[in-house]
């Protein structure tokens, strides 16, 4: 079996939309993948945020690689909230079938790791 994935999801402060995603998480992590590791960070902190390279509030990293199929790294890591173009429109949040299928590639790529090193 291989490792088990990383997840993580950053916030700032005064974002309304990071505790729906931390429950998404919780739900996914539970139903796909419940040996996962999940680390919370809080980028509040101009400083933080830069070194986590922080593009707004909520993200969800799985194994360091953000669960939107498009994103694209904004330079600017100045804690603020954070926007999705989802299936739904515009959303503060990432769409639960992109974290589900961030998890399950995660989950397959370490399976394929293990393969190569026996």
Do not use: K
Request: aromatic share 6%.
């Amino acid at each position: 079996m291989g490792r088990a994935p990383v997840v993580e999801l950053l916030w700032f402060d005064d974002c309304p939309n990071h505790e729906s995603v931390r429950q998404t998480l919780r739900e996914v992590v539970e139903e796909l993948a419940p040996g996962a590791t999940v680390i919370e960070r809080n980028a509040s902190d101009p400083d933080d945020a830069a070194r986590l390279r922080f593009p707004g509030s909520p993200t969800v990293r799985v194994n360091g690689r953000d669960v939107d199929p498009r994103y694209l790294d904004p330079g600017d890591y100045t804690p603020r909230c954070r926007l999705y173009w989802t299936a739904q429109g515009l959303r503060g949040v990432p769409e639960r079938a992109w974290i589900e299928a961030a998890l399950r590639a995660a989950m397959v790529e370490s399976n394929a790791e293990v393969g190569r090193d026996a």
